[in-house]
């Protein structure tokens, strides 16, 4: 069932996306546990959502419009959303782009490469400073008033472009600082825990327990510089290490079929 589209009147949040009511009505019933989960509209996050829910949160999905260059991916996060059953959509707008600093908000150009072999060592151009940190602290407002401690979140510390916040280290941290952060975990009633389910998983492993979850990977995106009509480039680091994944799943990624 399509969540009901609705504007607010806030300049943070540009849109929001609801179940309709019958859902909701159900849903609360149910009193499943909420848990905010961020939703980029790729192939990780589409995987972590499906997680949540199968582990029987009511998902509350979030996505931003930051600036990025590949704008395409929030369709693709509605897409996913809708499909999964997240109780809630919210795209909220930060806009990064207004400190340049990254080839995914326009400061330079994406980096492309012939193989995953060939994007070597260290950190790319197209890092955003502090992203998740930004994302993971909007995420802890929405939590806090939704009076739930669960925020999921599809980073990864092996097939990843070597973003120093997708470290499990770094997320550690942040859970410790979002508990001295809030009102709820000063006064005892919030202790926040992060899940990152996928940190130690191959993207093969990735795409092989989606698939089992039932995602329809043809939905997502995954490229940080798609052509005009919104084809992948297959050339990015992003397009590259999906391909490896299916690759490594033995399966063929919809998601260019999809595209043509």
């Given at each position: 069932m399509a969540?009901?589209?609705?504007?607010?009147?806030?300049?943070?949040?540009?849109?929001?996306?609801?179940?309709?009511?019958?859902?909701?009505?159900?849903?609360?019933?149910?009193?499943?546990?909420?848990?905010v989960?961020?939703?980029?509209?790729?192939?990780?996050?589409?995987?972590?959502?499906?997680?949540?829910?199968?582990?029987?949160?009511?998902a509350?999905?979030?996505?931003?419009?930051?600036?990025?260059r590949?704008?395409i991916e929030?369709?693709?996060?509605t897409?996913?959303?809708?499909?999964?059953?997240?109780?809630?959509?919210?795209?909220?707008?930060?806009?990064?782009?207004?400190?340049?600093?990254?080839?995914?908000?326009?400061?330079g150009?994406?980096?492309?490469?012939?193989?995953?072999e060939e994007?070597?060592?260290?950190?790319?151009?197209?890092?955003?400073?502090?992203?998740?940190?930004?994302?993971?602290?909007?995420?802890l407002?929405?939590?806090?008033?939704?009076?739930c401690?669960?925020?999921?979140?599809?980073?990864?510390?092996?097939?990843?472009?070597?973003?120093?916040?997708?470290r499990?280290?770094?997320l550690?941290a942040?859970?410790?600082?979002a508990?001295?952060?809030t009102?709820a975990?000063?006064?005892?009633?919030q202790?926040?825990?992060?899940?990152?389910?996928?940190m130690?998983?191959?993207k093969?492993?990735?795409?092989?327990?989606?698939?089992?979850?039932?995602?329809?990977?043809?939905?997502t995106h995954?490229?940080?510089?798609?052509?005009?009509a919104?084809?992948?480039?297959?050339?990015?680091?992003?397009?590259?290490?999906?391909a490896?994944?299916?690759?490594?799943?033995?399966v063929?990624?919809?998601?260019?079929?999809?595209a043509?």
């Amino acid at each position: 069932m399509a969540p009901e589209r609705f504007s607010m009147p806030v300049t943070l949040i540009e849109h929001v996306f609801v179940l309709a009511d019958q859902y909701s009505k159900s849903s609360m019933a149910s009193k499943l546990r909420p848990a905010v989960v961020l939703l980029s509209g790729g192939l990780d996050s589409a995987t972590v959502l499906a997680l949540a829910v199968e582990e029987g949160f009511e998902a509350h999905a979030l996505s931003f419009r930051y600036g990025q260059r590949h704008e395409i991916e929030l369709q693709a996060a509605t897409r996913v959303a809708e499909a999964l059953g997240a109780r809630q959509h919210i795209v909220a707008g930060v806009d990064l782009a207004a400190f340049e600093g990254s080839a995914l908000t326009g400061a330079g150009e994406v980096p492309h490469h012939s193989s995953v072999e060939e994007m070597g060592e260290g950190i790319p151009a197209t890092y955003v400073p502090a992203r998740n940190t930004v994302f993971l602290a909007v995420a802890l407002a929405w939590a806090e008033t939704l009076g739930c401690a669960d925020i999921f979140i599809g980073v990864n510390a092996l097939d990843y472009s070597g973003y120093p916040d997708c470290r499990p280290e770094y997320l550690e941290a942040f859970q410790a600082m979002a508990d001295l952060a809030t009102k709820a975990g000063v006064e005892g009633r919030q202790r926040l825990q992060i899940h990152a389910p996928l940190m130690t998983m191959t993207k093969g492993e990735i795409i092989r327990r989606g698939l089992e979850l039932g995602v329809d990977y043809g939905l997502t995106h995954s490229c940080y510089d798609p052509e005009p009509a919104g084809r992948p480039c297959r050339t990015c680091d992003s397009c590259l290490l999906r391909a490896k994944g299916f690759a490594e799943a033995g399966v063929h990624d919809p998601a260019l079929t999809a595209a043509g």
